[in-house]
């Protein structure tokens, strides 16, 4: 579950193209938030990386936490 700061550090990254780090499980993904939805009443994030391009979702519920990569 995020707080409150991490959804608004979660919106500011979609609306301003800011990288984060979302931790999920002891993973860490860098990733550049594009938008949330709800898919199957769950919100997902849909991002891409930063490097390579490529797109993924991870769903909001599964999160550790959110962090700004400055």
Do not use: K, Q, W
Not at 15 to 22: E, F, I, P, S, V
Not at 42 to 68: C, K, N, Q, W, Y
């Amino acid at each position: 579950m995020l707080t409150v700061l991490e959804y608004d550090t979660l919106e500011h990254a979609i609306t301003n193209g800011t990288r984060l780090a979302l931790r999920r499980r002891g993973s860490e993904f860098l990733v550049i938030p594009e938008r949330l939805r709800m898919a199957n009443g769950r919100e997902v994030i849909h991002a891409r990386h930063p490097s390579t391009g490529h797109f993924f979702e991870l769903f909001v519920d599964e999160l550790d936490s959110i962090e700004v990569v400055r």
